[in-house]
């Protein structure tokens, strides 16, 4: 077994795929894992005790700005299907950018419900805030000034194999799930709301980390373990794996800062 699935993941160097993680990532990984439980335990939602009757935090329905999440929870919709009937099928959602879509889509709907004042509604409208809102930014970051420019310098030496990666980055759908997803994400998550919003740590960080380690588990104990590797970089065969590692971490909490920034 050379660690890549049918063959598709052979332009991953073969040390990033094949043979045992560095000696320190399952400490890693179990870290990751307890800082999630103490954040469950220790940090019960004070959201759960607010008031949710105020009608002017989100749009009226029939608002324009009602109108306008109806609009794009449809078109995320047929968006989506057109994913799900595309070669891969429900693999997709196997990715980190199908999982911020899917919680684009889920708090559209959200707001699209926010105008009959369910209280559930509106605490999962206040918890999914951030995560979309991070989740978002990360995807249209890292795949558009990360990723995608390392994989088209990769095939330089392969011009057919590099003109059709570029057809595949600026396909309709890539650019849909890459690219307006931040967009998206912004019209939602911050001129939705008619009031400004305080992030917390407590609720609105330990949220988005809550998903992110659950992605991080299903890729390193799922989608590693049948040689998918679709973000090499965070291999935990890595010899810089400590240090990738970190700046992921910081980076969460530095997109944290920066949306509570923009929410004021």
């Given at each position: 077994d050379n660690g890549s699935l049918d063959g598709h993941f052979d332009f991953v160097p073969l040390h990033l795929r094949t043979?045992?993680?560095?000696?320190f990532a399952p400490y890693l990984l179990c870290s990751l894992v307890l800082s999630v439980i103490l954040g469950l335990y220790y940090g019960s939602s004070s959201k759960m005790n607010e008031e949710s009757d105020d009608t002017t935090h989100y749009p009226e329905y029939l608002s324009l700005w009602w109108c306008y999440?109806?609009?794009?929870?449809?078109?995320?919709?047929?968006?989506?299907?057109l994913v799900l009937r595309g070669p891969l099928g429900i693999g997709a959602w196997s990715t980190y950018s199908m999982w911020t879509w899917t919680i684009l889509h889920f708090r559209h709907l959200l707001m699209?419900?926010?105008?009959?004042?369910n209280t559930t509604v509106r605490l999962l409208l206040?918890?999914?805030?951030?995560?979309?809102?991070?989740?978002?930014?990360?995807?249209?970051?890292?795949?558009?000034?990360?990723?995608?420019p390392l994989i088209y310098f990769?095939?330089?030496?392969?011009?057919?194999?590099?003109?059709k990666f570029v057809s595949h980055f600026t396909s309709f759908r890539l650019i849909q799930i890459h690219v307006f997803n931040l967009p998206f994400a912004y019209m939602n998550g911050v001129c939705s709301s008619s009031t400004p919003y305080l992030l917390t740590f407590k609720d609105d960080f330990m949220s988005c980390w809550i998903i992110s380690v659950l992605y991080i588990?299903?890729?390193?104990?799922?989608?590693d373990r049948i040689g998918v590797h679709l973000y090499p970089i965070f291999s935990l065969r890595s010899k810089y794996m400590i240090l990738i590692w970190l700046?992921?971490?910081?980076?969460?909490?530095?997109?944290?800062?920066?949306?509570?920034?923009i929410l004021k």
């Open positions: 043979g045992p993680w560095m000696s999440n109806l609009v794009v929870f449809v078109w995320i919709t047929i968006i989506s299907t699209v419900l926010s105008p009959w004042n206040e918890l999914s805030r951030f995560p979309m809102l991070m989740m978002c930014t990360l995807t249209f970051v890292v795949w558009n000034f990360i990723l995608a990769y095939f330089k030496d392969n011009p057919q194999k590099q003109k588990c299903w890729y390193t104990l799922v989608l700046l992921l971490i910081l980076g969460h909490y530095a997109l944290f800062c920066l949306w509570q920034i």
